[in-house]
């Protein structure tokens, strides 16, 4: 391809100049990278569209492959998860877990993450380290043991210090990499401006690591929203969450899916949402906690 330029040569001629095309690797990794990303996106796309979808169908369209996308809705699953089966008292105990769990961890987590941060306490860090790779499926067992006979299965302490076990670890590995990219000079000026070490940490510190506890406090409770394992053995009927209660419309006979997918969707859709709506704090968050200096 070649353009003419309003400058001229020194016979009077314009100059022509030579626009290098860019090689074929080039344009074939473009085009490669775009349906690389439109497959993933469809793949993750995909079963959430079907779940949505199947939410609106009876258990025989279900099956009809012919209706996959063309049938008649129906909200009577949405009825018989939200009114007949009382899903709204499953949501509040999920979300109260969930809060809870996460407030608690803030509170723990961020003081303790901040002393392994600027006293270097290397070996509390490998601990926090050491349960953040412990299965939890290996402690249910312990666990459901010692509250059993403290009488304490079925309530909502055992089911938030369970999630803690999770939580704690998860807020004070990613605060630690976010106090170590906050600059130790700022805390240095204050106290000699007359703060104490607590006040520099509570005036300074804290101020400017809101985006990191907004990313370990969301994460957080992600975890806890979605958990099923913990909630299945130590939960009672008064304490279920929505995971263990979706597993009501299984049983042993058949499968009711449409309430199934109904009950999905119910779970799904207020962690979406709240994921959307920060997923700003949680890049901004992680993504400043990723470099020290």
């Known amino acids: 391809m070649t353009v003419l330029t309003p400058d001229q040569t020194s016979a009077g001629q314009p100059q022509v100049i030579r626009r290098r095309r860019k090689p074929l690797a080039t344009r074939a990794y473009k085009v490669f990278r775009v349906i690389a990303l439109i497959a993933v996106v469809l793949f993750l796309i995909a079963p959430l569209a079907w779940m949505l979808l199947a939410s609106f169908k009876t258990n025989v369209d279900i ?13 009577e699953n949405y009825a018989n998860v939200l009114q007949r089966n009382n899903y709204f008292v499953f949501i509040f105990n999920s979300f109260w877990v969930a809060f809870v769990s996460t407030a608690l961890s803030l509170i723990l987590g961020v003081p303790a993450a901040y002393a392994m941060s600027r006293f270097t ?26 509250f059993s006979n403290l009488r304490m299965v079925g309530r909502f302490e055992v089911l938030i210090l369970s999630h803690m076990f999770v939580a ?50 969301i994460l957080s409770f992600i975890f806890s929203w979605n ?35 109904a009950a999905a969707t119910v779970v799904t859709v207020p962690i979406m949402i709240i994921a959307l709506f920060t997923q700003k704090y949680i890049v901004s968050g992680m993504t400043a906690g990723a470099t020290k200096g």
């Open 121 to 146: 306490m290397h070996r509390s860090a490998l601990v926090v380290l050491m349960a953040r790779v412990i299965p939890g499926v290996s402690l249910l067992v312990p666990w459901y043991y010692v």
């Open 227 to 261: 958990n099923f394992m913990f909630a299945l053995v130590l939960s009672g009927s008064r304490t279920k969450t929505l995971p263990v209660a979706i597993f009501d419309f299984v049983s042993y006979a058949s499968i009711d899916w449409g309430g199934l997918m």
């Open 63 to 75: 099956y009809d492959t012919g209706k996959a996308l063309f049938f008649a809705p129906t909200g």
């Open 168 to 217: 704690l670890p998860l807020i004070v590995y990613i605060m630690m990499s976010y106090f170590d990219s906050l600059p130790l000079e700022l805390e240095e000026s204050a106290q000699v401006d007359g703060l104490t070490p607590i006040g520099a940490f509570r005036l300074i510190t804290l101020p400017l690591s809101i985006a990191g506890m907004a990313t370990a406090g």
